[in-house]
């Protein structure tokens, strides 16, 4: 009775925490989460509990190659080493934007030493939260309105901008690059192929083969792109990033003909992953690839339309993590 008196009395102080308390088992179901990262996730307690992480952030995946784990907390119950301090990136489907924290973990091991728990605690990133406020002062509002008429028009476009700025995400993290940049990334994606809204709808859903003259309209969308983005204060290196997404590591791209890393580094990760989603997406004239078929069209592109070493990356995180963001 004092047993179940004292956890029901931890459990409510757990909940006025704001910092991220996240228990897990050795099956990688979620034992415990409390409201801080509930209300992160916009998602219910009930929704989460008994859920496995590796369905969560790994799409499914059933096993985490060994230093791969992408996560703290992961690692902890995979290996029992215990991190105190270590940043991490968590996202799940319905939070606003990607988050940075610092993780510690903790094991709860069996009589005999085995771990059978892991528990992290999440503390938001000073840093993320500036860049939050960044965002909400350059009125975000303005991309997700032209988005938004996208859709109208093209009701594929939103859905693949979406998909490329979640891989972009994903592939930025295994790379390890800062925080800013993966927000950069993570924008630049959300609004590559915003300068569709200036092509004509005949055009954008015709299902059969484009005239030399359709498709000398379709090549101007990354200019046409460029210049709403860089209208939107502090989007200047985001408009650059969307007027290059179509260049070729070998120089036959648009809209300017730049070759290998004359295009921006973004421009070059946005490429690889903008041509995955759109041969894995159904379309109303093709049938989509499956991922094997989709990443050797990649691997056999590497060095004439992608940075081969962008390509190398993203195909290694596609065959692992499929595609998802790849911690918790």
Not at 23 to 49: M, T
Not at 89 to 113: H, I, K, M, Q
Not at 164 to 193: C, K, N, Q, S
Not at 277 to 285: E, G, I, L, N
Request: aromatic share 10%.
């Amino acid at each position: 009775m004092l047993e179940d008196l004292l956890r029901d009395s931890f459990i409510k102080v757990v909940d006025k925490q704001s910092t991220g308390w996240l228990l897990i088992n050795r099956n990688f179901e979620i034992v415990y989460i409390n409201e801080a990262l509930c209300r992160l996730w916009q998602k219910d307690r009930e929704e989460l509990l008994g859920r496995s992480v590796l369905d969560l952030f790994y799409n499914g995946t059933k096993k985490i190659p060994a230093g791969h784990y992408h996560s703290p907390l992961l690692e902890t119950i995979e290996t029992g080493r215990e991190f105190r301090g270590k940043e991490a990136y968590l996202c799940l489907s319905g939070a606003n934007f990607p988050c940075w924290f610092t993780v510690d973990t903790y094991t709860f091991r069996d009589s005999e030493g085995i771990v059978q728990y892991a528990l992290g605690t999440y503390t938001l990133i000073d840093r993320y939260k500036a860049l939050e406020t960044q965002l909400e002062s350059i009125n975000i509002s303005i991309i997700k309105s032209f988005c938004k008429a996208i859709e109208a028009r093209d009701a594929y476009t939103l859905r693949h901008n979406e998909n490329v700025a979640d891989l972009a995400v994903g592939l930025a993290e295994y790379l390890r690059l800062p925080t800013t940049d993966i927000m950069t990334v993570y924008l630049a994606g959300l609004v590559h192929d915003i300068g569709k809204i200036g092509v004509p709808e005949s055009v954008l859903n015709k299902p059969g083969r484009l005239t030399d003259g359709e498709y000398a309209v379709i090549k101007h969308h990354p200019v046409i792109g460029a210049d709403i983005v860089a209208e939107i204060d502090g989007f200047g290196a985001i408009a650059k990033i969307v007027r290059h997404h179509h260049e070729r590591y070998d120089g036959r791209g648009y809209p300017d003909g730049l070759a290998g890393e004359q295009i921006p580094f973004f421009s070059r990760l946005l490429a690889v992953c903008d041509a995955y989603d759109a041969m894995t997406s159904v379309r109303c004239y093709r049938v989509p690839l499956n991922i094997e078929s989709a990443v050797a069209e990649i691997a056999a592109c590497a060095g004439s339309q992608f940075d081969p070493d962008i390509a190398r990356c993203f195909i290694e995180y596609i065959r692992r993590f499929g595609g998802r963001q790849t911690v918790s």
